[in-house]
């Protein structure tokens, strides 16, 4: 294994030609080709190492090629890249239901399972043997070659209707502004807020103030802006995006999209002998039915709903009292939620910020990195990376050993895509001439980047969002699997992705590094005990009406793919329709548009599983509980969660791993309890 950090290792940026992706992508994947023929040409006896292992190296070329492409066309957006990107998708998803409809391929690794050296083969060669057969079945390699040729149109018209949709939410959201030029208007916004949108107004050459839809800036508006008809105009315009209403409408409508990419689903689970979009999704999850699905939501939602309705008549009351709000407009909730956050705790996410510079942050990250599993990140000079703004690590074990690479880019840009991210270039395998590839991390955010001497300062939101998305880039980094199929984050069921990630959000709340890296950037004073108190009296503050809107999330997206009927052209806003009635608490526009820009079911892999974030947070809790109950940072129980959880990959089943950290499988009411919803004695 490499023992010091090598530039080497690292993939480049700046020499990819966006001119000739499509050209190497094309002989890339007929080389495959070509090279699958002569494996399978070349003997009828067949093994991991003639034929598993140079499938992997096939695989693991493509991927750290179209890796790169794929992570600029979300970082580094352009009209080139875009149009290039558009023109491969299609190819890369006919060579994938191509290879999944290989019954030659299929048989020969079936013939590997059926010998009796597949007994001496390690757990990870097995399960990704395992893993590859269950796949070839659900990609229908036994269907008539008609109904294959249907599945690969399917597939085809589903990566391309993805892309259209995500290109539709980029696009709605930096085609709208709102242009402001009284000043008094501005009341209650941040100055540093104030300031981008001067900025972007004088580089449109317009007096006064543009913000935009980016979502530091729309959420800084919605909480704090005292003017209600600015947050009125900024809540529309965003709760509408790429739809058929709101101020852009029509111009970027993701209506019919998203009824093509469920009729299509639907067609594409039917030919695979399955009743819905959401049993085929289930068969590679650890919830197999969509009835245990909606009983888990149930199980959480019952107790919460009644919580949450608590909280809002709390909200209500308190915005008709202290802020004259006789009704809450849908606009109004985050800013009343705000002030009442302020008023209940004499604390908020604004005056928290000025003591969380991104760089303290990342100090207190890698603390806890190093206080738990003993890891160390050296920052390397000098390196490639699509944006000046990106940091590139190394990182370390407790005994100095290199295990894996991330970048990390934490800034929003025009031309990057929203929300964040966690991705991977490329995962740890032993390659065929004996040597360890080492894996790396792409860790990715939008938080307000940096202006002037003002550094980039972090709400405790955006604290809590560094360690999550650094959770799953452990997962990738930390793993001891050799094979790429189910090393790091690779081959692990969709529901327990989210686990490794939500457990380090934990971390942000302890004490001790709160303190380390809670400094306030122009005074240097920490964040004393007594405002860390606050923050501790106000963390579970509407715990309840934050569940039921995941929850209510999550049942709209089963429910939609569980029974979605193509002759209802209704079914998308009927189906969120019915999730607001049982779920919803706070008020909401009309029209309301929250499908059209639902990115995570439409153009990510949460279609069928969105429940996966609640599903995984059970996980996270009670494994954090463990840690509780040994006094916090426990040298022990950090190894363990290590072993059980970080290291195997997707070599192993969660709910195995699980039991084998903890003892025991994970409790749904553990949550509840955490979240102050029920009291420790309900059941």
């Known amino acids: 294994m490499v023992s010091k950090p090598q530039r080497s290792d690292l993939p480049t940026f700046s020499s990819i030609d966006y001119n ?50 794929s992570h600029l066309n979300n970082v580094k957006n352009s009209d080139s890249l875009r149009s290039v990107y558009e023109a491969c998708i299609p190819l890369l998803s006919a060579y994938s239901t191509e290879l999944s409809h290989h019954k030659g391929l299929y048989d020969a690794i079936c013939t590997i399972q059926q010998s009796p050296a597949y007994a001496d083969l390690s757990v990870a060669q097995q399960k990704t043997i395992h893993n590859n057969l269950r796949d070839f079945r659900l990609a229908g390699v036994h269907l008539s070659p008609e109904k294959k040729a249907d599945v690969a149109k399917l597939s085809e018209d589903l990566a391309g209707l993805s892309t259209t949709y995500s290109n539709h939410v980029l696009d709605a959201t930096q085609a709208w502004s709102l242009h402001v030029t ?52 900024m809540y529309r315009a965003y709760v509408t995006r790429a739809s058929d209403a709101g ?4 111009e970027f409508d993701n209506t019919s999209i998203m009824q093509s990419i469920l009729e299509k689903r639907l067609a594409l689970a039917n030919l695979l002998d399955c009743d819905s979009y959401a049993h085929y999704a289930l068969a590679t999850r650890m919830v197999k039915k969509p009835e245990d699905v909606m009983d888990f939501i149930q199980r959480l939602g019952e107790p919460t709903k009644v919580k949450a309705d608590e909280e809002f008549s709390e909200l209500r009351a308190f915005a008709k009292e202290q802020l004259g709000l006789d009704e809450l407009a849908p606009w109004d909730v985050t800013f009343a939620v705000e002030r009442l956050r302020e008023h209940a705790y004499a604390i908020s996410q604004e005056a928290l910020r000025p003591y969380f510079p991104l760089q303290a942050v990342l100090d207190g990250l890698f603390d806890t990195l190093n206080r738990l599993f003993g890891l160390s990140l050296e920052r390397l000079e000098g390196c490639d990376t699509w944006h000046d703004d990106v940091s590139v690590y190394a990182l370390s074990d407790k005994a100095g050993v290199l295990r894996s690479y991330c970048y990390i880019d934490c800034y929003a840009r025009s031309d990057k895509r929203g929300g964040a991210w966690m991705d991977d270039l490329q995962g740890r395998r032993k390659r065929e001439d004996g040597s360890i590839q080492l894996p790396i991390a792409l860790v990715n955010c939008n938080f307000t980047p940096p202006d002037g001497d003002r550094p980039s300062l972090l709400t405790f939101e955006e604290v809590e969002t560094l360690f999550h998305e650094f959770g799953h880039a452990l997962q990738h980094m930390l793993t001891t699997v050799d ?5 790091g984050i690779s081959g692990i069921p969709w529901d327990a992705v989210e686990f490794p990630s939500q457990f380090m959000e934990h971390w942000a709340w302890d004490r001790a590094i709160m303190t380390r890296m809670a400094k306030h950037y122009q005074t240097g004073e920490l964040l004393g005990d007594a405002m860390i108190d606050k923050m501790y009296a106000a963390r579970h503050f509407q715990a309840a009406m934050r569940m039921t809107r995941q929850l ?26 019915q999730a607001q009635e049982r779920y919803a608490v706070a008020p909401r526009v009309d029209p309301y548009r929250f499908a059209h820009a639902f990115s995570h079911i439409f153009a990510g892999g949460y279609a069928a599983g969105y429940y996966s974030y609640k599903w995984a947070e059970v996980m996270a809790v009670d494994a954090f509980s463990v840690f509780e109950s040994r006094g916090g940072f426990d040298s022990k129980t950090a190894d363990d969660f290590a072993r059980c959880v970080l290291e195997p990959g997707g070599s192993r089943d969660p709910d195995e791993l699980f039991r084998e950290f903890a003892g025991r499988d994970p409790d749904p009411m553990v949550l509840l309890r955490h979240d102050h919803i029920i009291d420790e004695v309900s059941a």
């Open 483 to 487: 094979v790429s199929d189910v090393a």
């Open 20 to 69: 000739a992706i499509q050209a190497e992508l094309e002989a890339m994947l007929d080389a495959n080709r070509k090279r699958l023929e002569e494996l399978l040409t070349a003997t009828d006896v067949y093994t991991w190492d003639n034929l598993m292992a140079p499938i992997e190296t096939m695989d693991d070329t493509l991927h750290r090629f179209w890796a790169r492409v």
């Open 552 to 577: 209510e999330f999550a049942w709209f997206d089963m429910q939609l793919h569980a029974s979605f009927d193509p002759s209802n052209t209704q079914a998308v806003m009927d189906t969120l329709h």
């Open 182 to 233: 009284d000043e008094a208007q501005l009341a209650g916004i941040p100055d540093y807020v104030c300031a981008m949108a001067k900025a972007k107004a004088d580089a449109e050459k317009k007096e006064g103030w543009l913000f935009s839809l980016d979502f530091p800036i729309y959420y800084a508006v919605l909480s704090q802006g005292k003017d209600a008809w600015v947050r009125e105009q």
């Open 247 to 250: 101020p852009n409408a029509g």
